[in-house]
């Protein structure tokens, strides 16, 4: 059966919808690290117990990913979104009214629920309705967003608990998320039949799901999207402090760096769904961003770079970690079965929430015994294993595109 032809409106407008949600669930994600050192202020806590806050957001999106897949396929996309924006946004405003610390991780498990929905229902919803030419761009708009969102999330919140404090900032951050819910439930475009429906193959047994998650392509992805996640969290949750530390900055100034770094990966991805839709080595693309990235991390850790520059140095690290986004998201499109690529993409993205729940912890003790240092080293590390995981991804035989 022929796939219906999309128009470019069409699918801008899908594309555009994604987009801004990848950006809420990233906004959401950082919305409670930037106030760390006012909330520890407040109940006294360590930086390695603020790190346990958001292991447990991370650990609760990462169980319930590869089950949000299996929804995905089974309710339809649009469902399944609209429930996790409204789960992201409850748990965020719960933050602002902790009475304790105990209650922090109470509200993370719920935000963490929401937030294990978005990448099996945004890829999911791409792959349904977008023209497969134009998913190179698709997937670079869709990480584009992501990017965006972590990169408002630490000037919101900085620039509103100001105002308001830091409960007051994680109130607006709520709200903002019941906004994009309103949105999101009154478009209709966005609706799909469940995936088994779409296709004519009888649907596949619950052995056939669990020996695809665990064929070596799958397992390899995962594990690409665990360490790179690692990396990652670990440089957004306490790069701003380990910068503080190392380099003897404002926190303003920190805080830009990181806002660079992020914004410079909205940039990288943005060119990498130019390359993505030029090139079939969507592998060694992914290989050179790493590479590039995990460099300049050394640079930032080592103190080497000038405090004017640490802007500009982080800028470069997340443009080229960045520009792995689309070619790392069509290589899974690759591997994914079309009628099961909710649960594909919900077990291999769950890499991203393992690798949240190791990584708070383990940087979060690095700060606190006075090493903020590996917090870049250990970032470099990962990148670097990162890269083998994703070259041999690249050299597992693609699956044809559905007719």
């Given amino acids: 059966m022929t796939a219906p032809s999309h128009s470019f409106r069409h699918d801008a407008q899908v594309i555009g919808f994604v987009g801004v949600a990848h950006g809420a669930s990233h906004f959401f994600q950082l919305a409670l690290p930037p106030l760390f050192p006012l909330i520890r202020a407040e109940f006294g806590t360590t930086y390695a117990e603020l ?42 405003m719960l933050y602002a009214a902790a009475p304790s610390y105990a209650f922090l991780l109470l509200a993370a498990a719920i935000a963490g629920l929401g937030n294990s929905v978005f990448h099996p229902a945004d890829l999911a919803l791409l792959n349904a309705k977008v023209e497969p030419t134009r998913l190179g761009h698709a997937f670079s708009v869709h990480g584009i967003g992501g990017n965006v969102g972590w990169a408002l999330a630490p000037t919101f919140g900085v620039a509103v608990s100001a105002l308001v404090g830091w409960r007051g900032a994680l109130v607006a951050a ?12 009154m478009q209709s475009r966005l609706r799909t039949r469940a995936a088994h429906a779409m296709h004519a193959a009888a649907p596949r047994s619950f052995a056939a799901d669990v020996q695809l998650l665990a064929s070596p392509a799958v397992v390899l992805a995962f594990l690409f999207f665990l360490l790179y996640a ?51 080595r969507h592998a060694l693309v992914a290989a050179v961003g790493l590479l590039v990235s995990a460099f300049c991390s050394v640079l930032l850790g080592a103190g080497l770079v000038p405090a004017a520059l640490l ?3 982080a800028a470069v690290a997340g443009f080229f970690l960045g520009t792995t986004g689309p070619s790392r998201d069509i290589l899974i499109r690759g591997i994914a079965p079309a009628e099961s690529r909710g649960k594909v993409y919900g077990f291999v993205y769950s890499g991203l929430d393992l690798g949240g729940l ?46």
């Fill in 51 to 92: 790190g346990i806050v958001m292991a447990v957001y991370y650990a609760v999106s990462g169980i319930m990913q590869t089950a949000a897949g299996f929804l995905v396929d089974r309710l339809g996309a649009r469902n399944v979104l609209v429930f996790g924006l409204a789960f992201a946004s409850i748990g965020t």
């Fill in 174 to 185: 709520g709200v903002l998320g019941l906004a994009f819910l309103a949105l999101f439930a």
């Fill in 230 to 280: 690692m990396a990652l969290i670990g440089y957004q949750t306490f790069g701003t402090t380990a910068l503080v530390k190392i380099y003897d900055v404002p926190l303003v100034a920190a805080t830009t760096a990181l806002t660079t770094f992020l914004l410079g990966g909205a940039f990288g991805v943005f060119a990498g769904g130019f390359v993505a839709a030029r090139t079939e």
């Fill in 311 to 313: 802007a500009v140095v």
């Fill in 358 to 403: 190791v990584a708070p912890l383990v940087f979060g003790l690095a700060v606190d015994r006075g090493a903020p240092a590996l917090v870049f080293a250990g970032a470099t590390l990962l990148m670097l294993l990162a890269i083998p995981t994703a070259l041999q991804v690249g050299r597992r035989p693609r699956r044809p595109a559905p007719a």
